[in-house]
Every structure is written in C-alpha cells, then in structure tokens.
C-alpha cells in the first residue's frame, strides 16, 4: 500500500479544507486510517482516526467539533475536513494506515504506513 496525501494549502483563520488520502496498492478501507499533524520542532501529534470498517471514528479534542474523517471505499480514499481553521492548526498533515485490526489507535508508532504529508497553512 501506498498513500498520497493531498488538499493542503494557505487559508485564512476560519475557513475550511478538506484533505484527501488516496491509497494505491490496495483498498485503504479495509485497514483503519489515521491523520496526523506535526509542528515544526515537535513530534507528531494525533488528529483523527476511522475504522476499516468507517464505523468507528475518533478525534482529537483539539479538533472535535471542526474536523470530519470520512471514507469512500469506492476511491480507497480517506477525507479529513477542516473547518473554521484556526493558524494554530497550522503543520504538515499526514495519513496513515494502521495494518492491525485493534480498533482506533492514536500513537503514531501503531501506524506502519505513511503518506508524505501536506502543508496546512492558517493565517490570521
């Protein structure tokens, strides 16, 4: 499996993106899918994670309630929406595929498979 992650760019404070994972290789879906974010000079930190299953979803406190995960198993493709962006969510946002069918993980180390991130910019 390979992933690609995508839709990152400038925002301004208060306005919405929404991220796309698309996995090559085989179907993202089957295997629960994080995303991450990392600030620079700090480690990577969890954002939201959904179930292979897309049953079981999951999100930071820090975004609960402006971030939205969601799969199409059709596309092999996990979205992350971003709303009402704040510049301190500003960082580089990666997808990830936890191979392991224990339920929503939010360590990073529990994910084997990363995509190469997509710069979020928020500006004020």
């Known amino acids: 499996v390979q992933l690609q992650a995508s839709g990152g760019g400038p925002v301004q404070s208060g306005g919405s993106l929404r991220l796309s994972c698309v996995a090559s290789?085989?179907?993202?879906?089957?295997?629960?899918v994080g995303w991450f974010r990392q600030f620079p000079g700090k480690e990577r930190e969890y954002v939201a994670a959904?179930?292979?299953?897309?049953?079981?979803?999951d999100y930071a406190d820090a975004v609960k309630g402006r971030f939205t995960i969601s799969g199409d198993n059709d596309e092999n493709t996990v979205f992350l929406g971003m709303h009402d962006l704040k510049s301190e969510d500003t960082a580089i946002y990666y997808c990830?595929?936890?191979?392991?069918?224990?339920?929503?993980?939010?360590?990073?180390?529990?994910?084997?498979?990363w995509g190469q991130g997509t710069l979020v910019t928020v500006s004020s």
């Open positions: 990830a595929v936890d191979l392991q069918p224990l339920g929503i993980r939010t360590d990073p180390t529990a994910y084997s498979i």
């Open positions: 290789g085989r179907p993202s879906t089957r295997f629960g």
């Open positions: 959904i179930s292979g299953s897309g049953k079981t979803i």
